[in-house]
Nanobody, 123 residues
Framework: HVQLVESGGGSVQAGGSLRLSCVAPSWTYSGACVGWLRQAPGKEREGVAAIDSDGIASYADSVKGRFTTSKDNANNTVNLMMNSLKPEDAAMYYC??????????????????WGQGTQVTVS
């Protein structure tokens, strides 16, 4: 059973920044894509950022230029730095891992291991 643990959510004013972190088992980084997905009340879950096994990142258009995801392999951690936050960024944020060798990108349906989520509020 894969366990991912997110941290770093909270409340921030519009224009502010937050950094989310996700700790996952080491095998996740040897060949799996790790994504950041969010879900706001009444909306479908959507992918906002992902980083593949080669460290190549992809982003949803809505967050390009504001969000950055990165890997810290030494600590089995994937981070999401969120700058210039907007009220529409408010949501529950999840990190998730795909199967090794599968590039899930921003597709929530591709991921098969999820964290419990961390809430981001932007006022």
């Amino acid at each position: 059973h894969v366990q991912l643990v997110e941290s770093g959510g909270g409340s921030v004013q519009a224009g502010g920044s937050l950094r989310l972190s996700c700790v996952a088992p080491s095998w996740t980084y040897s060949g799996a894509c790790v994504g950041w997905l969010r879900q706001a009340p009444g909306k479908e879950r959507e992918g906002v950022a992902a980083i593949d096994s080669d460290g190549i990142a992809s982003y949803a258009d809505s967050v390009k230029g504001r969000f950055t995801t990165s890997k810290d392999n030494a600590n089995n951690t994937v981070n999401l730095m969120m700058n210039s936050l907007k009220p529409e960024d408010a949501a529950m944020y999840y990190c998730a891992a795909g199967l090794p060798g599968v590039d899930c990108g921003l597709n929530p349906r591709c991921y098969n291991a999820w964290g419990q989520g961390t809430q981001v509020t932007v006022s």
